[in-house]
């Protein structure tokens, strides 16, 4: 692999995921320390935004999808929070107005959106900013959405994608119609805008067409940048063409740096800089004072669990692992014929994780408290075990950054509070990003004093 994926002297990247506003965990709402109607409490998100500003956190990111319970989330809600937040562009209008640098990145279907409408409230947004926003522009699979726009069925994937393609064109060109220098507000001439500078957009795509102008002027980061989520052939080439950031969910170093290469490539062969394309790799953390308190609070979300969700996460963990667990003490380590009968999925990228657990004498209970089915990364411990984590999977140039899913609230003001004085004692940098015109992803950042 090329040099590329070397970080040596590269700076972190952070993104914190601000979910439903309880944590990366559905049965979080639960704990005694989570606002339990923090799901439309706005002051909360901005509470959180504020915490994560002071953390030095590059930007906040909201995952979306506009239906009840699409991308998985699942719609049975009786006892669980909901995957997604309320509206991004709503709640980051509220969150923009009260931070100064932290960036805001909210995800938009290409597939159920109009160019104009999004292109016009996108701009909006990054004008009461002060030029911190990003769209994470992701097609829309899941038949439960398209249902929502009407009657027709949900395209096919290569449609998505054209869809997808056409649609970063069609918002980008409308961002760049105003002039950036045709604001001229002057009094004494009497010139509001220069009309020169003023064009037509002219979008004439298969699927979206769109004239234009947009009237809005520039922001000081010239464009939002683009971000991608999506691992899939299509997903790499719509990321290669336009996105600034990718957001990734490799479960160990050779995954992530494979990955990593592969999304630089992309970028490479239409024309770009390898490092105009950054990697974000999710990961989830609990945090306590030792790692025993850690996994008492993870065991504390399973305890929480239904009957039905705990024993169908204990059938995933026995096709994981090879080793049927129907009828063990799922609280007790198991017997060491079994342990050594346990056998990674092979197409499971978490059961070597699984299974090396189970080995080490975990019962299967503590497996699952260690996020071993988790769609991200689990880190249970300290905050230096986090901070370790993250310092690792970058060193070994596995990454640019990481979107971070932190448990609960708590778990984030833990980890800023004392990773950070852990970082300044190492001499590993975190960033902190400045609204000022961008180059690639706000690119104008400094470092902790």
């Not at 990718?246 to 740096?257: K, L, Q, T």
């Not at 197409?347 to 988790?374: C, F, T």
Request: glycine share 8%; with cysteine.
């Amino acid at each position: 692999m090329a040099d590329y994926l070397d970080n040596t002297n590269k700076k972190m990247k952070l993104a914190l995921q601000l979910v439903s506003g309880y944590g990366g965990e559905f049965q979080s709402w639960r704990l005694a320390d989570s606002n339990e109607r923090a799901y439309t409490d706005i002051d909360f998100y901005v509470e959180m935004a504020k915490t994560a500003e002071q953390g030095k956190i590059h930007t906040l990111f909201i995952a979306d999808t506009p239906s009840f319970g699409g991308a998985g989330g699942g719609t049975d809600i009786s006892t669980r929070t909901p995957a997604f937040p309320l509206e991004p562009m709503v709640m980051l209008s509220a969150v923009a107005y009260a931070t100064q640098k932290i960036g805001l990145v909210a995800t938009y279907s290409t597939t159920y959106n109009l160019p104009y409408n999004l292109a016009r409230q996108l701009k909006t947004l990054d004008t009461l900013s002060g030029g911190r926003v990003g769209w994470n522009a992701v097609t829309t699979g899941t038949r439960e959405t398209a249902y929502n726009f009407g009657n027709k069925p949900l395209p096919d994937t290569a449609t998505r994608y054209e869809m997808a393609h056409e649609m970063v064109e069609a918002v980008q060109t409308l961002w760049g119609t105003f002039g950036e220098h045709a604001y001229i507000a002057d009094k004494q001439t009497g010139q509001f805008a220069d009309m020169s500078q003023i064009k037509p957009a002219n979008y004439k795509g298969k699927h979206y067409q769109v004239k234009g102008a947009l009237p809005i002027p520039a922001t000081p980061q010239g464009q939002p940048p683009v971000f991608q989520a999506g691992s899939s052939p299509e997903g790499i080439e719509l990321a290669g063409r336009f996105a600034s950031g990718v957001y990734a969910n490799p479960f160990s170093i050779d995954e992530a740096r494979a990955y990593r290469n592969v999304i630089k490539q992309s970028a490479i062969q239409h024309g770009r800089n390898a490092d105009d394309i950054n990697m974000f790799s999710g990961f989830m953390f609990t945090i306590g004072d030792t790692y025993e308190e850690a996994l008492a609070r993870r065991m504390q979300l399973i305890d929480f669990m239904s009957d039905d969700e705990f024993y169908g996460q204990i059938r995933y963990l026995s096709a994981m692992i090879g080793v049927n667990l129907h009828g063990l003490d799922v609280n007790e380590p198991l017997p060491k014929s079994l342990q050594n009968q346990a056998t990674p999925h092979p197409h499971d990228p978490r059961s070597p994780r699984a299974v090396e657990l189970i080995k080490q004498g975990m019962s299967p209970k503590e497996a699952l408290a260690n996020g071993v089915i988790n769609y991200h990364p689990v880190v249970v411990g300290t905050a230096k075990d986090v901070a370790d984590f993250m310092e690792k999977w970058f060193k070994a140039g596995a990454t640019d950054g990481f979107s971070l899913a932190p448990t609960a609230k708590k778990a984030c003001k833990i980890l800023w509070k004392k990773s950070c004085r852990f970082y300044r004692s190492v001499g590993f940098i975190i960033l902190i990003m400045k609204a000022q015109p961008c180059e690639s992803i706000w690119a104008c950042r400094i470092s902790m004093a």
